[in-house]
Nanobody
């Protein structure tokens, strides 16, 4: 079955960096658009970044543009999220997702989800 497993979360201070990874299995990874979403306590899950099947096209939420970078390695079936200049408001559970078809920012545009990894940024 399809599995998406996130790793790399943790507790950091404001201004620090983290690199999240998401290892995929059970699907033809190179065919899927990959996305990162996050969900803070009491809030809805929100879009963070997306990358197309080849890695040639990326898209970011305004709140992370210029600080976060999404990338993928199709040979390793892995998508990454490099997060720099972290802020306390970036604190959330981060999820990776795989999708086919149109759309990239809506949760409904993704078919498979990981279990999430916690990122906590202290002031």
């Amino acid at each position: 079955q399809v599995q998406l497993v996130e790793s790399g979360g943790g507790l950091v201070q404001a201004g620090d960096s983290l690199r999240l990874s998401c290892a995929a299995s059970g699907l033809t990874f190179s065919s899927y658009r990959m996305g990162w979403f996050r969900q803070a306590p009491g809030k809805e899950r929100e879009f963070v970044a997306a990358i197309n099947w080849s890695g040639g096209s990326t898209y970011y939420a305004d709140s992370v543009k210029g600080r976060f970078t999404i990338s993928r390695d199709n040979a390793k079936n892995t998508v990454y999220l490099q997060m720099n200049s972290l802020k306390p408001e970036d604190t959330a559970v981060y999820y990776c997702a795989a999708g086919l078809g149109p759309g990239r920012v809506s949760t409904t545009s993704y078919n498979f989800w990981g279990q999430g990894t916690q990122v906590t940024v202290s002031p």
